[in-house]
């Protein structure tokens, strides 16, 4: 028999997780009748990287998805435009359904009940679920790249250096984005005029000799000072400069490390000694969802990739 006859559950539900699937399952495993408190797009616009927010639509859609999977159909959505929710009024609402990221906004409830002279409701805590890293798994992280919403960590890949294989190579010869061959400069504009680009990034000398030429704004380069294999003496005028030593056909941790720097920094030039030709695959495992890069494709033009989940799964799977 269930504890509880309704329970609450509030919270974001951006980028559904294995976190989120814990809370939900608590809910249901405790209570017959569940009210989600969803957050509204015009609430969501507080958290970090707010344009990579998913609309309350798919969110929506999520939950609604799992609860049917699992054949549990007493529940309500209704959309949050504060912490609190139908939690000071809903006298049937018995207790809330908490994770380690929601407890905090649990007590609020709690307080603001008891000023209001209504008893505090029990607080039912969800399993934890954690990443690689043994943190928290939270949809920030999924909007900074930094992991998947199974929590794996993309960065681990870095730890060692890694040498392409001959069919990853084949297959990166092959634009793995939006290939711009014909009026390259106005499409370019076109693509830049877009709010909210957490990133723009280049890599290679072509591609940020036609950015710097241009005036065309960008936030990281990645050069070795080579262009088809033949030196360039351009002076490039990004600053600050980070440097890292990588030989062609691999990705050395030298390379990520000098990426991260410059991510953290926001800016930067990251000079290479050697050749930087894998500096896109590790830039898309790197940066946040919704980040652009750029990098030439020989003799045909420049390639844009626009950072999404399955870009960086398709990367993490090719360099395993």
């Known amino acids: 028999m269930k504890r509880f ?15 989120h699937k814990a809370l939900l399952q608590k809910a249901i495993d405790v209570s017959r009748q569940i009210v989600v408190g969803l957050t509204s797009d015009k609430w969501v616009k507080k958290k970090p990287l707010k344009a990579q927010i998913e609309p309350f639509k798919i969110r929506k859609r999520f ?10 159909k007493n529940y309500k959505i209704i959309i949050l435009n504060d912490i609190y929710g139908p939690t000071l009024k809903d006298t049937k609402i018995e207790a809330l359904v908490v994770s380690n990221k929601t407890l905090k906004g649990a007590r ?16 039912i805590l969800a399993k934890t ?31 060692r250096t890694i040498r392409l294989t001959e069919k990853a190579r084949l297959f990166l010869k ?27 990034c280049l890599v290679g000398d072509y591609t940020t000799q036609f950015f710097e030429k241009n005036n065309l704004k960008f936030d990281i380069a990645v050069i070795d000072h080579r262009i088809i294999r033949q030196k360039t003496d351009f002076l490039y005028k990004k600053k600050p400069v980070f440097a890292a030593r990588n030989k062609r056909g691999f990705i050395t941790p030298s390379l990520y490390r000098a990426l991260k720097k410059a991510i953290k920094n926001k800016k930067g030039l990251v000079k290479v000694a050697g050749e930087e030709d894998l500096a896109a695959v590790a830039l898309v495992l790197t940066l946040p969802l919704g980040s652009l890069v750029f990098y030439g494709q ?20 090719l360099l395993r």
């Open 108 to 123: 609020k409830v709690n307080a603001r009940r008891r000023e209001k002279g209504l008893w505090p409701l029990p607080v």
């Open 5 to 19: 006859c309704k329970v609450a559950i509030g919270g974001t539900f951006d980028h559904f997780h294995k976190g």
């Open 174 to 200: 092959k634009p793995q984005g939006l290939l711009l061959t014909r009026n390259v400069l106005e499409k370019t504009k076109k693509i830049l005029k877009k709010a909210k680009i957490p990133f723009v």
């Open 129 to 159: 679920e954690k990443t690689e890293s043994n943190h928290c798994i939270s949809s920030e992280y999924i909007r900074r790249g930094l992991t998947s919403r199974q929590g794996k960590v993309y960065s681990f890949i870095f730890r």
């Open 298 to 317: 020989p003799y045909k033009g420049n390639v844009v990739i626009k950072i999404d989940e399955e870009i960086k799964e398709k990367f993490y799977r």
């Open 63 to 72: 939950i609604e998805n799992f609860f049917k999977k699992r054949h549990f």
